[in-house]
């Protein structure tokens, strides 16, 4: 099995655009100082997208921050993949390193659309503060990245388990 630290060319590009979904998250911060002194901003939406929580300003920068920790977390563990707890007890060295390389591979994959998620959610927060709308724009989306995100660690999840079984 390879070494699980070697990156595809693949997994160069996503990394790449992980890094501009984390640039996405600061984007609208740009135009920070349109914000009247006592504008509200959502702060919760629901699951039908409606706002229902308003708030300061300076609270649209949790999401940001949330994202650059959560962008840290995922790239230590991408360096350090035998620190992540494993779904399946590693028997042996030729399991180790399949397993390693399974957790690298989803780690990658989930980055990506982690930070994608933070991006939607940063920028439509902006939007609906700046034009005063009521819900979430493109809600389908978001439902579709948490999907996604979810197909990919079921999708690892199960291949872990699976070679639980080979082993």
């Known amino acids: 099995m390879k070494d699980p630290r070697i990156k595809t060319i693949y997994e160069r590009i996503i990394g790449i655009l992980s890094l501009m979904m984390l640039g996405g998250t600061i984007f609208p ?27 300061n300003p300076y609270l649209l920068w949790f999401i940001p921050a949330i994202a650059v920790v959560s962008y840290i977390v995922l790239e230590y563990f991408d360096k350090h993949y035998k620190r992540i707890n494993y779904p399946v007890k590693i ?12 957790g690298v591979r989803q780690t990658r994959r989930i980055k990506p659309i982690v930070m994608a998620i933070f991006c939607y959610l940063s920028n439509v927060a902006f939007y609906v503060a700046i ?18 995100l979810l197909m990919v660690v079921l999708f690892y999840l199960i291949k872990m388990i699976r070679l639980r079984k080979k082993y």
């Open 29 to 55: 911060f740009i135009h920070f100082g349109k914000f009247a002194e006592n504008t509200s901003v959502p702060v919760h939406f629901g699951l039908d997208g409606q706002v229902n929580g308003w708030g």
């Open 91 to 102: 028997k042996n060295e030729e399991m180790a390193n399949a397993i390693y390389w399974l």
């Open 131 to 148: 034009h005063n709308a009521d819900r979430l724009l493109y809600l389908p989306l978001f439902y579709f990245l948490i999907g996604c």
